[in-house]
């Protein structure tokens, strides 16, 4: 089991920056992908960024040259930086471990971001 807590959630205007952390209760450095998911109000979560363990990454189109993940495996944390802001970055941020197959797949508790005026 791998326990997964999120801070660094809140309320921002349009441009601004929040920085969202992920803490694991255990040693994340053979945990393939370590990311964050996000779900907004009757939409379906979906994929924000995800870094695997060689350090590739995989960012979200809509999300891209503005978000940047990075994973600390001394620390045990993954941390999503999140610049220029829209309302539609508006949602429940969710942080993520899982191995390659799924067959293993953990959630934090989510973390609100708000993004408006």
């Known amino acids: 089991q791998v326990q997964l807590v999120e801070s660094g959630g809140g309320l921002v205007q349009p441009g601004g920056s929040l920085r969202l952390s992920c803490a694991a209760s255990k040693n994340i450095r053979n945990i393939y992908a370590m990311g964050w998911y996000r779900q907004a109000p009757g939409n379906q979560r979906e994929l924000v960024a995800h870094?695997?363990?060689?350090?590739?990454?995989n960012v979200a189109d809509s999300v891209k040259g503005r978000f940047t993940i990075s994973r600390d495996n001394a620390k045990n944390t993954v941390t999503l930086q999140m610049n220029s802001l829209k309302p539609e970055d508006t949602a429940v941020y969710y942080c993520?471990?899982?191995?390659?197959?799924?067959?293993?797949?953990?959630w934090g508790q989510g973390t609100q971001v708000t993004v408006s005026s």
């Open positions: 870094v695997t363990s060689g350090g590739s990454t």
């Open positions: 993520n471990a899982r191995n390659i197959a799924v067959t293993m797949n953990y």
